[in-house]
T-cell receptor
Framework: EDKVVQSPLSLVVHEGDTVTLNCSYE??????LLWYKQEKKAPTFLFML????IEKKSGRLSSILDKKELFSILNITATQTGDSAIYLCAVYQGGSEKLVFGKGTKLTVNP | ETGVTQSPTHLIKTRGQQVTLRCSSQSGHNTVSWYQQALGQGPQFIFQ???????GRGNFPPRFSGLQFPNYSSELNVNALELDDSALYLC????????????????FGPGTRLTVL
């Protein structure tokens, strides 16, 4: 069965801390891995990763994919209260053309 | 560029009723995917429509059905509502192509919160 597993499920940190969110996957016909941030309703796109070892960066956020070990990490440095959200990892599966999501990591950043 | 929109925002129904949810895709996108997100869970894929045809389906019963219109907007219909259908329903649009196309970045709408009593 195709699955995406995120850890930890929940994380509480203080402003300024650095966090690493993990995503492992077992999905047939892998096409790409995507990270989303969900604050209230609509998940907002962060990164799409297709190649191993190439880090993608956007401000304080960065992500990398390891296709051999089947995992990805999302790093957030110098966290701010506005980073509080659920971070979703999803794998795009070819053939079925669907995103297989993990349960998400709920990040809370306290002032 | 117009983003993905969904209507209604919230909806309350009773068991056994039928519901129709609507989604307008982002300008230039021809593919719409629907997801169900129960509380505390990640979104679960319901189905995808590409150029008015169903292009993939998740593990949902036939009472979940959909349509895509020539302008690429889409509807999700759920018949014989059950309590477990209570969830946030998300629509995502993307630019799809021929089988094997690598363009698959999906943009999500704000969702419809469905409550079944």
């Amino acid at each position: 069965e195709d699955k995406v597993v995120q850890s930890p499920l929940s994380l509480v940190v203080h402003e300024g801390d650095t966090v690493t969110l993990n995503c492992s996957y077992e999905v047939t016909n892998f096409r790409s891995l995507l990270w989303y941030k969900q604050e209230k309703k609509a998940p907002t796109f962060l990164f799409m990763l297709t190649s191993s070892g190439i880090e993608k960066k956007s401000g304080r956020l960065s992500s990398i994919l390891d296709k051999k070990e089947l995992f990805s990490i999302l790093n957030i440095t110098a966290t701010q209260t506005g980073d509080s959200a659920i971070y979703l990892c999803a794998v795009y599966q070819g053939g079925s053309e669907k995103l297989v999501f993990g349960k998400g990591t709920k990040l809370t950043v306290n002032p | 560029e117009t983003g993905v929109t969904q209507s209604p925002t919230h909806l309350i129904k009773t068991r056994g009723q039928q519901v129709t949810l609507r989604c307008s895709s982002q300008s230039g996108h021809n593919t719409v995917s629907w997801y169900q997100q129960a509380l505390g869970q990640g979104p679960q894929f319901i189905f995808q429509y590409y150029r008015e045809e169903e292009n993939g389906r998740g593990n949902f019963p036939p009472r979940f059905s959909g349509l895509q219109f020539p302008n690429y907007s889409s509807e999700l219909n759920v018949n014989a509502l059950e309590l477990d259908d209570s969830a946030l329903y998300l629509c995502a649009s993307s630019l799809g192509g021929l089988a094997g196309a690598a363009v698959n970045e999906q943009f999500f709408g704000p969702g419809t919160r469905l409550t079944v009593l």
